[in-house]
Nanobody
């Protein structure tokens, strides 16, 4: 288990932007990794939004394509969310896995942060 820390959530209006940040543990503890963003709304299953691996390859969910961008900067992974919609509301989690594969299924990730809340009003 490694500690991940998310930040950047908030309450915004539809069409606004937010940038979420996920700080990873010291990079030297992870030789290979992928980091993903997931979100979960009340009554719904946790869904993958975007994932990036150590080679900066990305996998973006269809619901986020064209609006969300995932990037990394040595130990920190960002999720830039533009043109937010009410259906983007939820708690956003970052998660890490110790290899470079990039699935969007939450069950395949081994370490999770505590989440940051995003609320988008219409």
């Amino acid at each position: 288990q490694v500690g991940l820390a998310e930040s950047g959530g908030g309450s915004v209006q539809a069409g606004d932007s937010l940038k979420l940040t996920c700080v990873l543990p010291p990079a030297e503890t992870l030789r290979y990794y992928s980091v993903a963003w997931f979100r979960q709304s009340p009554g719904k299953e946790r869904e993958g939004v975007a994932v990036i691996n150590q080679f900066a390859r990305v996998n973006i969910a269809d619901s986020a394509k064209g609006r969300f961008t995932i990037s990394q900067d040595w130990g920190t992974v960002y999720l830039q969310m533009n043109n937010l919609k009410p259906e983007d509301t939820g708690t956003y989690y970052c998660a890490c896995r110790p290899d470079g594969s990039m699935p969007l299924a939450p069950t395949s990730y081994t370490s999770w942060g505590q989440g940051t809340r995003v609320t988008v009003s219409s």
